[in-house]
């Protein structure tokens, strides 16, 4: 279980680094629709796939998923409305699910400062649209992270 683990956590780091290296993301659609799983983890959380190559994401049109297409955003708009939306939906993210639809679940935020960390260590800034920089950005997920964990303390605290 442990080598399971780690090998997932490698995924999901190269993951990150092949996002940022490539400045998009890839995911399946169809009418709008992206393509959901349930959580392994979570009962009653849906996780949205997303991939870091197209033919990752092609692997796993199959089955529920075999009239979706792939298609393509950029790592701002991935950062900046789905990251984002995803929190506030109490979604989870799949990042480069595989075939068999395993891979490792994560939460929006988190994948979104992991995202942030790699594009400081590969030395790129991406201009984003509603925030006023890359450090905003970042400064406002660590705060609603923050803010998050504060909550789960004060819930613990009324009962």
């Not at 890359?134 to 609603?144: C, I, P, R, S």
């Amino acid at each position: 279980m442990a080598q399971q683990a780690a090998s997932l956590e490698s995924k999901y780091k190269a993951f990150i680094q092949q996002i940022v290296a490539n400045g998009s993301v890839w995911g399946l659609t169809q009418d709008d629709t992206w393509a959901t799983s349930s959580s392994a983890e979570y009962e009653e959380t849906e996780v949205i796939l997303f991939w870091s190559e197209e033919s990752g994401a092609k692997a796993c049109a199959e089955d529920d998923w075999k009239d979706y297409k792939t298609e393509s955003i950029t790592l701002v708009e991935f950062l900046e409305n789905w990251c984002v939306g995803m929190y506030g939906d109490a979604l989870l993210l799949g990042a480069d699910w595989d075939a068999d639809l395993t891979g490792k679940e994560a939460e929006p935020l988190e994948v979104a400062l992991d995202v942030v960390q790699e594009l400081k260590a590969q030395n790129k800034t991406l201009e984003f649209t509603q925030y006023d920089s890359q450090e905003d950005f970042e400064e406002q997920v660590v705060e609603a992270l923050e803010g998050g964990e504060e909550d789960e303390d004060t819930d613990d605290d009324k009962e």
